[in-house]
């Protein structure tokens, strides 16, 4: 569905990411996972196009996409939630989930989000700017699926959000993996991570060090813990 081969990113002289590859199966959550600066959300912005600075191969839905423009990699089917959510501000709720255009027949009908985001029904007419850290970041995921989006490229979704919230965007990530969405989730949360991934990545200054399934992953978490200062 989704493989990076040999990514190697810079900033200017500094290296960012050395020789990555991993791989994302169809219907599969897969987390990166690693301390600040270890290169998880560059890698994130290199598979959507968005960090030029790179060489290496990227493949999605068995075609080549590197030489891909953003807006190209998003009418293919992949969709990015950056760390700061990015939706539309002074748009209201209603009209961020309807102006981008619809890329797949996978895309969640209207009906679908607000069953599955219900505080997002109840401030439909509320602008961008009005709604909660948590709403803002429903409010972004449900934007992507709403595209019809293949693949989702998720930067911390669960950072400084209420506990409460954090389960709520579990939730959702499991029901897009059960309806055949794949994930790649930029995560520093660990325990969260182990509750909606199959298989997790170690990034350590710029490289994977580790793969993981999630059985592992789980056996090894205070370690883990340690290891990544959290």
């Not at 959000?161 to 055949?180: D, Y």
């Amino acid at each position: 569905m989704f493989e990076i081969s040999g990514l190697s990113a810079h900033y200017g002289e500094a290296a960012a990411l050395h020789d990555v590859s991993l791989t994302v199966g169809r219907g599969e959550v897969v987390t990166l996972v690693g301390r600040n600066g270890a290169g998880k959300t560059t890698l994130l912005r290199c598979a959507m196009g968005l960090h030029r600075d790179s060489v290496g191969a990227i493949t999605f839905d068995g075609a080549r996409v590197e030489q891909l423009s953003p807006d190209r990699r998003a009418k293919a089917g992949i969709g990015w939630v950056p760390d700061d959510r990015g939706i539309y501000s002074t748009l209201t709720v209603f009209e961020n989930l309807t102006l981008p255009p619809v890329v797949s027949k996978e895309a969640w009908s209207l009906d679908r989000i607000f069953e599955a985001f219900p505080a997002l029904r109840n401030r439909r007419s509320s602008m961008g700017t009005q709604l909660s850290g948590g709403e803002q970041q429903m409010l972004a995921i449900a934007r992507v699926l709403r595209s019809g989006a293949k693949l989702l490229l998720l930067d911390e979704p669960s950072e400084g959000l209420a506990p409460v919230i954090v389960q709520q965007i579990g939730h959702i990530i499991r029901e897009a993996k059960a309806s055949g969405t794949s994930i790649l989730l930029v995560e520093q949360n660990v325990k969260f991570a182990a509750t909606v991934a199959d298989r997790h990545y170690i990034l350590a200054e710029g490289r994977v060090v580790e793969s993981l399934d999630n059985s592992e992953f789980q056996r090894r978490e205070g370690e883990l813990l340690v290891h990544l200062g959290l």
